[in-house]
């Protein structure tokens, strides 16, 4: 039976809603593997050489397609959409019309809903060793959203051990759209345990608290906060400061204003034990650091290991939260007939 390192793609062959799901290999030249499936068009593993040269599973994620669909987390490396983060109240206006969304995070509306983009099986229609394309259409209606939207997903695996992801979506109506990628990375390699210890860097000035209900109420600059990250620090350092926006979420869940070009990292992140470093670049004006603060403890990953809290950090590249009701902040409406184009870069290396 053929394996992936330890993964069986025949545990990746089912159905969901008619439609067959697959384990996808991406391959470059150095040794670094990409694998996915076509189920929430998403990473489920990234095999990554470390400073020894063996190869270190670096993103959380299943060994089969029905532990996904059994897990308290739904999001591991999915494409999250039709808007993700949060919507507030699960509503927004446009263009003089009310629009009702479900309500699947509290009373907001999180990652578009009960059956967002990280629920369905996109369809594969270009493959190649390094490359591939998913696509997927959203109906009219689909958890509440106005207008049939096509939207593609890309991911390419370059020479360079860089994984990027193209995101194209056309609408034939007004409508939002705020698209990203969930994977829950661990440079110590998934199931080694907590990330906390791992150096992390984000090059920004400001940083969006939110209310009690984790919507955005305020840019804040990061200076003399425990959100400071633009000097390289282990994210444990100031984790369990005495911030009351740390308090109630357990950690950190907040959105990264980006002022950095595409040619710049908005992000970096280091792990002593294997060297690997991660870079992040992205169009996008925001980025979302989580760091798995709600794992409830009750999913095994790949290797058998639980996810407990802070199992893995998740640097979500994308527009800010409940933009539809925020006007001041950059917009996510796509209008019919225009393009949504966006591109991310998780860029791996060791560090000298």
């Not at 060793?129 to 998913?134: A, C, D, L, P, R």
């Given at each position: 039976?053929?394996?992936?390192?330890?993964?069986?793609?025949k545990?990746?062959?089912?159905?969901?809603?008619?439609?067959?799901?697959?384990?996808?290999?991406?391959?470059?030249?150095?040794?670094?593997?990409?694998?996915?499936?076509?189920?929430g068009?998403?990473?489920?593993?990234?095999?990554?050489?470390?400073?020894k040269?063996?190869?270190?599973?670096?993103?959380?994620?299943?060994?089969?397609?029905?532990?996904?669909?059994?897990?308290?987390?739904?999001?591991?490396?999915?494409?999250?959409?039709?808007?993700?983060n949060?919507?507030?109240?699960?509503?927004?206006?446009?263009?003089?019309?009310?629009?009702?969304?479900?309500?699947?995070?509290?009373?907001?509306?999180?990652?578009?809903?009960?059956?967002g983009?990280?629920?369905k099986?996109?369809?594969?229609?270009?493959?190649y060793?390094?490359?591939?394309?998913?696509y997927?259409?959203?109906?009219?209606?689909?958890?509440?959203?106005?207008?049939?939207?096509?939207?593609?997903?890309?991911?390419t695996l370059?020479?360079?051990?860089?994984?990027?992801i193209?995101?194209?979506?056309?609408?034939?109506?007004?409508?939002?759209?705020?698209?990203?990628?969930?994977?829950?990375?661990?440079?110590?390699?998934?199931?080694?345990?907590?990330?906390?210890q791992?150096?992390?860097?984000?090059?920004?000035?400001?940083?969006?608290?939110?209310d009690?209900?984790?919507?955005?109420?305020?840019?804040?600059?990061?200076?003399?906060?425990?959100?400071?990250?633009?000097?390289?620090?282990?994210?444990?350092?100031?984790?369990?400061?005495?911030?009351?926006?740390?308090?109630?979420?357990?950690?950190?869940?907040?959105?990264?204003?980006?002022?950095?070009?595409?040619?710049q990292?908005?992000?970096?992140?280091?792990?002593?034990?294997?060297?690997?470093?991660?870079?992040?670049?992205?169009?996008?004006?925001?980025?979302q650091?989580?760091?798995?603060?709600?794992?409830?403890?009750?999913?095994?990953?790949?290797?058998?290991?639980?996810?407990?809290?802070?199992?893995?950090?998740?640097?979500?590249?994308?527009?800010?939260?409940?933009?539809?009701?925020?006007?001041?902040?950059?917009?996510?409406?796509?209008?019919?007939?225009?393009?949504?184009?966006?591109?991310?870069?998780?860029?791996?290396?060791?560090?000298?």
């Open positions: 039976m053929t394996k992936y390192q330890t993964l069986i793609p545990h990746f062959e089912g159905t969901i809603e008619g439609k067959n799901t697959h384990l996808l290999l991406l391959k470059n030249e150095g040794g670094m593997q990409v694998l996915l499936t076509d189920y068009a998403r990473i489920v593993s990234i095999l990554v050489p470390d400073n040269g063996n190869l270190v599973d670096v993103a959380l994620g299943f060994d089969s397609i029905q532990a996904y669909l059994d897990s308290d987390e739904k999001y591991h490396g999915c494409t999250a959409g039709r808007f993700a949060r919507i507030a109240d699960g509503k927004f206006e446009l263009n003089g019309k009310q629009y009702t969304l479900p309500q699947n995070n509290g009373n907001n509306c999180l990652h578009g809903g009960i059956s983009f990280h629920d099986v996109w369809d594969r229609r270009v493959t060793q390094s490359h591939v394309e998913f997927y259409v959203s109906p009219d209606g689909e958890e509440g959203f106005p207008g049939n939207l096509k939207v593609m997903v890309s991911y370059t020479r360079n051990n860089e994984i990027i193209k995101y194209h979506a056309q609408s034939d109506a007004d409508t939002h759209i705020n698209l990203t990628n969930h994977t829950y990375f661990n440079l110590d390699g998934e199931g080694s345990g907590d990330v906390l791992q150096i992390l860097q984000i090059n920004s000035d400001e940083v969006l608290f939110v009690d209900n984790q919507i955005p109420n305020a840019i804040v600059p990061v200076e003399g906060t425990a959100f400071d990250f633009r000097t390289p620090k282990p994210i444990v350092q100031d984790i369990t400061a005495n911030n009351e926006q740390l308090i109630a979420a357990k950690g950190y869940d907040h959105c990264y204003v980006n002022n950095q070009p595409i040619s990292p908005c992000a970096t992140v280091y792990s002593k034990n294997t060297g690997i470093q991660l870079d992040v670049f992205t169009t996008e004006p925001g980025v650091l989580y760091t798995a603060n709600w794992m409830t403890g009750n999913d095994f990953g790949k290797r058998g290991y639980k996810y407990l809290p802070y199992a893995g950090f998740c640097l979500e590249t994308q527009h800010f939260p409940d933009t539809p009701n925020q006007t001041e902040f950059p917009s996510t409406l796509l209008k019919a007939g225009e393009s949504f184009d966006s591109e991310t870069h998780f860029k791996f290396s060791i560090k000298k």
